[in-house]
């Protein structure tokens, strides 16, 4: 019987791929996107045989040229994605053959499409990483012009949201800024690992062609060379790694959202957003609806998911390369995609939204947020702190019952609960005086969250 020619592996093949089983196994609709790091990895694979003497020069050329045409044709929209050959590989190899010839055919000497995947996507997600830290340090960079601008603006502190202390608006970016901060952090290490070349493992067990793995894997920038064959071409674990990072940069700015949107509801009206980043109702004339941070929010799930993906897909695969792991792309690419879109959204918003400080000012003043500095101060004048939170309990009950805030009670009134007490209690009572208190390393005090500013510009 005849033998399929549309199949570079087809020579043992006496049947034409089923229909079916064409389009369950291509990953060209998806994997296209990785054209510019196949062509570099072959371009320098083409290099190194040359080099080692397996191509001629004048091949070299031949295959190199075709490359670089064939990018042009894929950037310009030209270039025919067929679903026959399989994915970005086979079709950018079947066409240089269509370009080139013979030489052509020489390509893939010494490789294989195990060696050549894992490479494109090490190439890709080192990529995606330099993208997404750039993003970070610009989103970094607005949370400090932010919180610059409001190291004395007085805002509650929650817990359990509840008003627990008064903080400083400028302090709570700082937080966000901490949390951002180690997930670049985590990123620029992840990167090591990503950037390591598994170029020259072949299908599996090495080529019995003398390469140099140096050579290809500095061509592509890469820091260091895989150590083991079978490891490089079926393990996942940078695409993971990438994952988890991205789910817990997620997980972080799924927490901002959370506030951004109680922040920007009338309940507590603390920030305004801009027309531009919301959208309104199609029945309630009335509504501006803070969809970007909502839709962050909502877009953490289809990350997580992706992470589990990714590990599920992994678990229970024997060494060495399976194609399970032709599964890794649309998670890892969502993955990215979805970060990106969410880091670009979420720093215009922080650096457009305007922080309504009257209104921040005047809910701190609620709910007894300086009831700490009272106990503190009752401590200063030698009541242990057990007796003097029991004494504050009390006289918040008092202010409960009367309807008023503490430094609302006259001195003579407080004075029954505790003879320690005098005058000078009404300075620690103040928003300004419990912040200026907490001027230790981290404290939200305007002084303290200046220098804190200033180091992390540094740090930057
Ligand atoms: N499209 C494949 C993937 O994404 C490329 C490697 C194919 N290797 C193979 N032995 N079929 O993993």
């Known amino acids: 019987m005849a033998k399929i020619p549309s199949k570079p592996w087809g020579g043992r093949f006496s049947e034409p791929t089923n229909k079916f089983v064409e389009r369950f196994s291509a ?49 310009g929209g030209v270039f025919e994605w067929s679903i026959v050959l399989e994915d970005v590989h086979m079709n950018i190899e079947a066409r240089l053959v269509d370009l080139i010839g013979e030489p052509g055919k020489k390509l893939h000497t010494g490789r294989s499409r195990n060696d050549q995947i894992a490479t494109d996507m090490r190439l890709w997600t080192r990529d995606q990483i330099d993208q997404i830290t750039i993003k970070q340090t610009v989103i970094l960079g607005h949370l400090l012009d932010k919180a610059e601008g409001h190291v004395g603006t007085i805002m509650p502190g929650f817990t359990h949201l509840q008003v627990a202390q008064p903080i400083t608006f400028g302090h709570h970016l ?14 620029l290490e992840c990167r090591h690992r990503v950037n390591i070349s598994p170029l020259g493992s072949a299908a599996l067990a090495g080529t019995s062609f003398p390469i140099d793995r140096e050579f290809t894997a500095k ?39 959370e506030e951004l949107v109680a922040w920007n509801s ?21 509504k501006k609806n803070p969809d970007v941070p909502e839709l962050i929010r909502g877009k953490t799930g289809r990350v997580f998911g992706n992470l589990s993906s990714l590990l599920v897909l992994t678990k229970s695969q024997p060494l060495a390369y399976n194609r399970d792991n032709q599964e890794d792309k649309e998670a890892l690419f969502d993955t990215a995609d979805t970060l990106q879109d969410c880091l670009f959204a979420i720093g215009e918003i922080i650096a457009t939204m305007s922080p309504r400080v009257d209104n921040m000012r005047s809910f701190a003043e609620k709910g007894f947020a300086t009831a700490t500095d009272l106990a503190d101060y009752l401590v200063r ?27 609302e009670i006259e001195l003579t009134q407080l004075q ?4 320690v007490i005098d005058a000078d209690v009404f300075d620690s009572l103040t928003l300004e005086g419990s912040v200026a208190a907490r001027k230790h390393l981290g404290g939200t005090a305007p002084e303290t969250v200046r220098s804190a500013i200033q180091t992390a510009r540094k740090r930057l």
């Open 27 to 75: 990953s060209v609709d998806f994997d296209h996107r990785l054209y510019e790091y196949d062509i570099l990895g072959s371009i320098a694979h083409a290099e190194m045989l040359s080099q080692i003497g397996v191509l001629t020069d004048s091949e070299c050329s031949a295959i190199t040229d075709g490359l670089n045409k064939i990018r042009e044709e894929i950037d």
């Open 174 to 187: 700082l937080a966000w800024f901490e949390m951002l901060y180690r997930d670049r952090e985590r990123f």
């Open 219 to 257: 061509k592509l920038g890469f820091e260091g060379l895989a150590l083991n064959s079978l490891d490089a071409v079926s393990d996942r674990d940078f695409a993971i790694e990438f994952a988890a990072i991205a789910s817990m940069t997620l997980s972080h700015l799924s927490r901002w959202c």
């Open 266 to 286: 009338p309940a507590f009206d603390f920030i305004e957003l801009p027309d531009s980043f919301c959208t309104g109702s199609s029945i309630m004339p009335q």
């Open 381 to 407: 004048k030698g009541v242990p702190f057990r007796d003097a939170h029991a004494i504050v309990g009390h006289v918040v009950a008092e202010a409960l019952e009367k309807g008023l805030a503490i430094h």
């Open 416 to 419: 029954q609960f505790s003879d």
